[in-house]
């Protein structure tokens, strides 16, 4: 099992750029998720995905797009990178027990600068 | 709402010392998951350890620990025996009941001196 892996680990864009981070998980977990890492404040949600064909929003969701074909794989597009965009991006994919939070795994991270 | 506190930003200990984490939390369900997560300098998300509401039995593995009170809203967590290894971020988290999303404290970074 190669977990939760994530690409690329580095990417600098330019303001108004657009761009898609890859995010795959090979355990067959339902529920995928996208998270932002910025000094001071912890890890944010941005979007999340509770089955192929499901998403909703976190708590900071603008400017950013996600879609769930497959099982497998949660992309995460910028639609036009920003400065305030500049963060380490987690995704993370856990099992979806009914009526039970079950431990989420992380992908290594992504550390996007928007110049 | 959810929420999550790590009071401690930073802390700063010499090897061999025990060191302890503090977590309180907030939530209005009666059910709900606490996580403990390390992030080394590498970067990557470590699990370390998730508790259920309603399993106050405190938790030890190797040299951690884990202190959970209801009572307090609180679930801390020591290191015993300090080793430089351990120099990391730590992060706590919360959940409620059926809902997956994880509200993350800001996080404690811990410095383990030679």
């Known amino acids: 099992n190669a977990g939760v892996t994530q690409t690329p680990k580095f990417q600098v864009l330019k303001t108004g750029q657009s761009m898609t981070l890859q995010c795959a998980q090979d355990?067959?977990?339902?529920?995928m998720s996208w998270y932002r890492q910025d000094p001071g404040m912890g890890l944010r949600l941005i979007h999340y995905?509770?089955?192929?064909?499901?998403?909703d929003q976190g708590e900071v969701p603008n400017g950013y797009n996600v879609s769930r074909s497959t099982t497998e794989d949660f992309p995460l597009r910028l639609l036009s990178a920003a400065p305030s965009q500049t963060s380490v991006y987690f995704c993370?994919?856990?099992?979806?027990?009914?009526?039970?939070?079950?431990?989420?795994?992380f992908g290594p991270g992504t550390r996007l600068t928007v110049l | 709402a959810q929420k999550v506190t790590q009071a401690q930003t930073e802390i700063s200990v010499v090897e061999k010392e025990d060191v302890t984490l503090d977590c309180v939390y907030e939530?209005?369900?009666?059910?709900?998951?606490l996580f403990w997560y390390k992030q080394p300098p590498s970067g990557e998300l470590v699990f370390l350890i998730r508790?259920?509401?309603?399993?106050?039995q405190n938790e030890i593995s190797g040299r951690y620990s884990w202190n959970f009170q209801k009572s307090t809203s609180s679930f801390n967590f020591t290191i015993t025996a300090s080793q430089v290894v351990d120099s990391a971020v730590y992060f706590c988290?919360?959940?409620?009941?059926?809902?997956?999303?994880?509200?993350f404290g800001a996080g404690t970074t811990v410095t383990v001196r030679a």
């Open positions: 993370a994919s856990s099992y979806s027990l009914a009526g039970e939070t079950d431990t989420q795994y």
């Open positions: 355990m067959n977990h339902e529920y």
């Open positions: 995905s509770v089955g192929a064909g499901i998403t």
């Open positions: 939530t209005r369900d009666t059910t709900y998951y």
């Open positions: 508790r259920n509401s309603f399993d106050e």
């Open positions: 988290a919360l959940s409620e009941m059926g809902d997956y999303k994880l509200s």
